[in-house]
């Protein structure tokens, strides 16, 4: 089979489209055939093996795993022994540990589930990682309730176009941070206001939110209190991934606990929590059901075909997208 490989750590330049062998299955797997993937920040992450942290459990000196990307839609071709979940000819999406910028991956049945019938592989490809994501941090780590007033950094990326939407589904008034080229975009989402970041900061109607979810990761503390009302929740998911050569992202939301012990004074009631999302497939079911109301359309910016997942991922680092970068097979 065709699939997106690298030997070692670097730039978009180190991935090649290379002939390998299909993946074998295990009892609990199941081998799909790839429709479409798509591309996140930590596709980056392991193709540039920065943030070092990274490396310590996905490989030191190079990538343990040589196939990029996690999230997938496709056809189930074959199941393992111990599959009950599925059957051949199935549609199904969801994530795949071992990369799904190929033209057959394998996945955990548990990670797994079938594709919302409405979508087209090329949308169900964009929900997984960062609709998961989303749906952690508003509903389970947040809990936002009907009424609340949400406030969504980087509500035109990935997981904020999601968790906008989500927020929205449960009730809550929600105001975006974007640019202001993305405003309209953050708007169709269900954002009743939206805060051009390259003109007003998001502290320009003082503490007003209930929730603040921050998927940028590239504002103080400080300012995050700023916007939230005395008993507000400030989710941190992830985000900042090059401002930190050795943690990233990932450094920046396990530091939270540990600053929420010598910030107490200065959030005050206020609720600091990180966000470390699990991929399980009853989350990607739950997308399903808000997929199939209507409360939540997957945000596709641009679809690129197999052989130019580099460029894919020079896109989505570069060029803010609006909404999830797709690959097609």
């Not at 290379?18 to 799909?32: C, H, K, T």
């Not at 596709?43 to 996690?70: D, N």
């Not at 609709?131 to 780590?141: E, I, K, N, P, Y």
């Not at 945000?299 to 991922?313: G, H, K, M, T, V």
Request: aromatic share 6%; proline share 6%.
């Amino acid at each position: 089979m065709k699939a997106i490989v690298q030997d070692t750590y670097g730039p978009a330049d180190v991935l090649e489209l290379r002939d390998i062998d299909r993946p074998s299955i295990g009892d609990e797997e199941v081998l799909v055939e790839v429709r479409a993937a798509a591309v996140d920040p930590s596709v980056w992450v392991l193709m540039t093996g920065t943030p070092y942290l990274a490396r310590a459990g996905f490989g030191l000196r190079r990538p343990k795993v040589p196939v990029r990307g996690r999230d997938v839609a496709g056809v189930v071709t074959a199941v393992g022994a111990g599959v009950t979940r599925f059957r051949p000819g199935q549609e199904v999406y969801g994530t795949c540990p071992t990369g799904s910028l190929a033209e057959y991956a394998k996945a955990p049945q548990a990670r797994l589930a079938p594709k919302p019938a409405d979508l087209t592989f090329e949308q169900a490809a964009a929900v997984p990682v960062s609709g998961m994501t989303a749906l952690q941090a508003v509903r389970d780590v947040a809990g936002v309730r009907p009424g609340q007033r949400v406030l969504v950094i980087g509500a035109s990326g990935g997981v904020g176009s999601f968790a906008v939407q989500i927020a929205k589904a449960l009730g809550a008034s929600v105001t975006g941070v974007c640019a202001a080229a993305k405003a309209d975009f953050v708007r169709s989402l269900g954002a009743g206001d939206v805060i051009d970041y390259t003109r007003e900061e998001i502290d320009r109607d003082g503490a007003r939110y209930d929730v603040v979810v921050d998927t940028a990761g590239n504002r103080p503390l400080s300012l995050l209190r700023r916007a939230l009302t005395p008993r507000g929740t400030l989710v941190i998911v992830g985000g900042g991934h090059t401002a930190y050569r050795f943690t990233g992202g990932m450094g920046r939301t396990v530091r939270a606990p540990l600053l929420s012990l010598f910030t107490g004074s200065m959030f005050s009631g206020r609720r600091l929590r990180p966000m470390f999302s699990r991929e399980r497939a009853e989350h990607l079911e739950e997308l399903t059901r808000l997929i199939e109301s209507g409360a939540v359309v997957p945000a596709i910016d641009r679809a690129y075909p197999l052989a130019e997942a580099p460029d894919a991922i020079r896109h989505l680092m570069e060029g803010h997208p609006a909404g999830k970068v797709v690959v097609t097979v």
